[in-house]
């Protein structure tokens, strides 16, 4: 690559780095004769614009600005179509690099951290708010133990309180971004003091992010509604308690628990450095550095006293064995079983459970079971936000978990076996379930008013009731999940749930796959539903469904049928085997179906009975048994571009008081004609140009079939 040799007046020296808008150079001002950083738009690119307005912003948000914890920026240019930046150059690296390596102390990084603090409040105090606070944007010089921090890239400041991009659009990097902003798009001073509280985090942690998620939207979801994953003693050992309580501080959700602006939080900072290391409290608490080790060859005798050790944050390690105990955790901890999977058992005794009612909760690497005949749950989160990590977990009788009002249950590689639910989630909880097996159970799954639940890469099998039941209110969503041989049905939805079904797979559970009751509404994605005594998909006077690129087939019922005012919408969908109906539309519903396929059905491809109504466009009807589409009396149906082919009865079948509108539709090789009229049926009205190859018939009084004339195009 070859390096320009100047920049406006400035000397290029080498390059610093480059990015997908442009790159920096270290450059010589031939006046000053000092080093500068430049930073420049990549020519040519879409970014151009983009690039050029944020440094416009970085020099008008910095112009004024003179603080020795802030990057200094001398001049905004453009040298023959090229813009650039120039600035003060700092000799080191980001915040960023320094935490990820670990090789300086965290006491360093946190008078680094501090001096951020400092730089950030001269800003404050001058209408500026940063918008994008990471460690990437903390530049650090370390001379001997000499350490400065100074902050830098303001490029999506928010300046003299009125923002210069448009209203409502937020800016800045998801992971550091506070809750409210995430929520209203407005930042404030507080909102810079939340990031600040993201990087101390990551100080303290060693890089971990407070609010880890597999993909934006989950880490937008954790920040919103979870607290902070615990920090591990073992990284906070050596550190005052002092420094963890301050970091939880600066994560409040609500901006008015947070520090009240950035110069308290750097005060903050180094008084609590100042306070004397420790890991226990009170008078029970174990000698600086020693673990909480449960089990024999351990240093507590119980969980129970392990835990009333314990501070926030402490992770408890339990040794091989079994624990006859019923425990409550009221502090936010960690017990982490420390051998294989299955050596570690914790066993509540008959008429006992775990309550868990504290903040950052987490059990790991467990097995948790109870015997006996007891309503109680297994677990019961009474408040804050319980995880579970590789936690097996089996009981008799009760819920193996329930999740109180308010509360939140995360799960990661869990196997709940047993009791009247796996899991109960109270109106107004909140549950995320991954890769989580649940059997042996009443109903599986068991949501009430108001409560939500996401579960992804769940299998749920072999379940004498429902596999989620979702009450009045709730929500579900669920992703590349299996549910199989659920004798009360697959998922039920009862007035005002909402589910959405992502790459699923329900298999013979019960009457109906997925039932969506008055008012419910469900939305399935390329999902699987086969082997149900009914209906594959059952929708309820007023419910509503939307479909797209489902595979319903071989049930014993129908695929798909709508009662009442229920509303059904399916896009490339496949109806195949059905041993009733392809598609049943009943008693005023009404069903709209594009670019689907109604194929090999026993029965009819698709009936429309009772005052129901179907819209079909661009379908497929063929190889049904019997008729491929049939309209009975107060029936009506349109269809658009469609093809009705190899039935082995009648193509299309119309009863007196239907409506059939074909447009631009074929029909050929129905192996009893074309169309079938009743004797007092309407002909269908024709329009476009339909190919209308087999032959057309009326049953006459007697009940015989009777050739009749083309029909006429209307």
Excluded: W
Aim: glycine share 12%; hydrophobic share 40%; proline share 4%.
């Amino acid at each position: 690559m070859t390096l320009p040799s100047k920049i406006g007046k400035y000397q290029i020296l080498r390059q610093l780095g480059k990015g997908s808008m442009g790159e920096v150079f270290l450059g010589q001002d031939p006046l000053l004769g000092r080093q500068v950083a430049i930073k420049t738009i990549q020519a040519g690119t879409s970014f151009g614009t983009e690039a050029r307005l944020r440094f416009e912003r970085e020099a008008k948000a910095t112009a004024a600005l003179n603080h020795p914890n802030i990057v200094t920026v001398y001049e905004f240019g453009e040298d023959a179509g090229l813009h650039y930046l120039v600035m003060e150059y700092v000799e080191g690296e980001d915040l960023d690099g320094l935490i990820r390596k670990g090789e300086r102390s965290k006491a360093d990084l946190l008078e680094a951290l501090a001096q951020t603090c400092e730089g950030l409040a001269y800003a404050h105090e001058r209408g500026i708010i940063h918008r994008d606070l990471k460690p990437g944007n903390v530049l650090v010089s370390i001379r001997g133990k000499r350490i400065q921090a100074k902050l830098t890239d303001f490029g999506v400041a928010l300046v003299d309180r009125s923002t210069l991009t448009e209203q409502d659009v937020r800016m800045g990097t998801v992971s550091y971004m506070a809750p409210e902003y995430l929520d209203t798009g407005k930042a404030t001073i507080s909102t810079d003091l939340f990031a600040i509280g993201v990087v101390l985090y990551e100080i303290l942690s060693g890089g971990r992010r407070p609010f880890a998620a597999d993909t934006p939207t989950g880490t937008l979801n954790a920040i919103l509604r979870s607290p902070a994953a615990p920090l591990d003693l073992e990284q906070i050992r050596d550190l005052p308690q002092a420094i963890v309580e301050l970091s939880q501080k600066a994560l409040a959700k609500d901006p008015s628990e947070r520090f009240p602006d950035a110069e308290a939080l750097a005060t903050a900072i180094r008084e609590a450095m100042e306070a004397p290391a420790t890991t226990g409290s009170g008078a029970h608490a174990l000698p600086k550095g020693q673990p909480l080790i449960v089990g024999k060859g351990g240093n507590c005798l119980s969980i129970r006293v392990a835990l009333r050790q314990a501070i926030a944050g402490s992770a408890i390690r339990l040794l091989p064995g079994i624990y006859r105990e019923a425990i409550t955790i009221d502090k936010p901890v960690t017990l982490i079983g420390d051998g294989p999977a299955g050596d570690i058992i914790l066993e509540c005794p008959e008429d006992g459970q775990i309550r868990a009612q504290a903040d950052r909760i987490t059990l790991e690497n467990l097995e948790i079971r109870r015997t006996g005949h007891r309503d109680a749950a297994l677990i019961e989160v009474r408040k804050g936000v319980l995880t579970l990590r590789g936690v097996k977990l089996q009981t008799d009788s009760g819920p193996a978990i329930q999740v109180d009002q308010g509360s939140e249950l995360r799960i990661a590689q869990g196997f709940l076996r047993g009791g009247s639910e796996g899991l109960r989630l109270k109106p107004g909880a909140h549950a995320e379930v991954q890769d989580c097996e649940l059997t042996g159970q009443a109903t599986a799954l068991r949501l009430e008013g108001g409560s939500e639940l996401s579960l992804t890469r769940a299998r749920i099998h072999d379940v004498s009731g429902l596999g989620l039941q979702l009450g009045p209110g709730c929500q579900a969503t669920l992703e590349d999940c299996e549910l199989d041989a659920l004798a009360g049905g697959g998922a039920e939805l009862e007035a005002d749930a909402r589910m959405k079904l992502r790459r699923c797979h329900v298999r013979a559970s019960g009457p109906v796959g997925v039932l969506v009751l008055e008012k419910a509404q469900a939305v399935l994605e390329d999902c699987e539903i086969t082997g149900h005594r009914d209906s594959g998909v059952h929708i309820a006077a007023g419910a509503t469904a939307q479909l797209r690129q489902c595979r319903i087939h071989h049930n014993a019922g129908y695929g798909l049928s709508l009662l009442g005012s229920g509303l059904a919408s399916a896009v490339e969908c496949e109806f195949s085997a059905n041993e009733a109906s392809g598609v049943l539309i009943h008693q005023g519903a009404t069903a709209q179906l594009k670019g689907c396929h109604l194929l090999n059905g026993l029965g009819v491809g698709i009936e429309c009975a009772d005052h129901g109504q179907g819209v079909l466009e661009g379908c497929e009807i063929a190889g049904n048994a019997q008729t491929g589409a049939r309209v009975e009396p107060g029936g009506s149906l349109l269809l658009v571009r469609c093809t009705l082919r190899d039935s082995r009865e009648t193509g299309l079948m119309l009863f007196e008081n239907a409506e059939v509108t074909l447009e631009e539709c074929v029909i050929h090789r129905n192996a009893r004609g074309g169309i079938l009229l009743a004797k007092d049926a309407s002909d269908p009205v024709l329009r476009g140009g339909n190919q209308l190859e087999d032959d057309l018939f009326r049953s006459d009084a007697r009940g015989n079939l009777v050739k009749i004339a083309p029909l006429r195009r209307s």
